[in-house]
């Protein structure tokens, strides 16, 4: 039901935009994350003057994470050389950040050494124990999501949910790409916006543990260009962790589904996720689920959704 690496396109990798400067990265997220606090959030006095920014100023900032407005500068400017544990975490409380920006900081403050730009990053593959498992759980849409929110692999019921994994491009199995290139996602998740920051959301997380990464670095490009809303998302800076949530979906053959939307994180397969969907025992939902799976039960060719190819 999948196949065994994540799909690649040589000529992409070689005509590929620049690599992410982590510097910038930095920059632009300490700056974004400094203008959402007023100092009235963080308990300094506000006067009322007009400010020429939004937010709290640089002075403020440091005054809070307890450093130079010197060092907080250069730190805001990229420049994170030897900075300590210390005072990241000093910046990240005086920022307020949760836990995924916080993790995002630290990757962001201490890159991996970085590959150059012509590397080619080797393709993911799933174990096929992963495999067999995804097979087994023939009653639960479910899949395997790995860096750059490719699709890796899957089984009948994700496909009878979300749609025909098999049939799309290689390069057009990933998330982000369905959510914001492909029309029929507006239609299969009611809440369209939600869903699409969540995915941008997830390939800033992606971007500051893999800036050098040439396929990921092509996929940002073609959305920027081709999709405003993208482009002004991922300019926000903004990431997320992993956990449950609700979807609400709509199904052409089923109806609307409310689901429990788990990501789990897989220790043994760095950078992967098994993420599943499941219904609240004895719901209408669950019944949408178990007419499906009777569906797919069929035969091959009842397996595949009639969303042409959405996800």
Not at 196 to 219: F, I, K, T
Not at 225 to 237: C, D, E, I, N, T
Request: hydrophobic share 40%; proline share 9%.
């Amino acid at each position: 039901m999948s196949p065994e690496t994540a799909p690649t396109d040589p000529a992409a990798v070689q005509d590929t935009p620049a690599p992410l400067d982590p510097r910038a990265e930095l920059s632009e997220f300490l700056r974004t994350r400094r203008a959402r606090l007023q100092p009235e959030d963080v308990g300094l006095p506000y006067f009322g003057a007009r400010r020429r920014v939004p937010g709290l100023r640089r002075e403020e900032l440091a005054q809070l994470a307890g450093v130079s407005v010197a060092y907080y500068t250069r730190l805001e400017q990229g420049n994170a050389h030897n900075v300590s544990a210390a005072v990241l975490e000093a910046i990240a409380d005086a920022l307020r950040l949760n836990r995924a920006e916080r993790e995002h900081l630290e990757h962001l403050a201490k890159p991996a050494p970085r590959r150059g730009r012509t590397a080619v990053v080797r393709p993911e593959r799933v174990r096929p124990q992963l495999q067999h498992l995804l097979d087994a759980m023939d009653s639960v849409p479910a899949y395997v999501l790995g860096r750059r929110c490719d699709i890796l692999a899957w089984n009948r019921m994700a496909c009878a949910l979300l749609g025909d994994f098999e049939a799309r491009p290689p390069e057009q199995r990933n998330m982000a790409w369905i959510v914001f290139m492909d029309p029929a996602s507006h239609d299969l998740y009611l809440d369209w916006e939600g869903k699409a920051r969540d995915v941008v959301a997830g390939l800033r997380m992606h971007a500051g543990r893999s800036p050098d990464d040439p396929r990921l670095a092509a996929l940002i490009g073609e959305l920027s260009v081709k999709s405003p809303l993208f482009r002004q998302w991922w300019a926000a800076h903004d990431v997320r962790g992993t956990g449950p949530c609700t979807k609400e979906l709509h199904h052409p053959l089923v109806g609307r589904l409310t689901l429990v939307n788990e990501s789990l994180v897989l220790p043994a397969d760095a950078g992967q996720m098994l993420v599943t969907y499941a219904a609240e025992p004895g719901s209408p939902s669950a019944e949408a689920l178990r007419l499906l799976a009777s569906w797919t039960a069929t035969g091959p060719e009842a397996a595949s959704s009639p969303i042409t190819g959405t996800a």
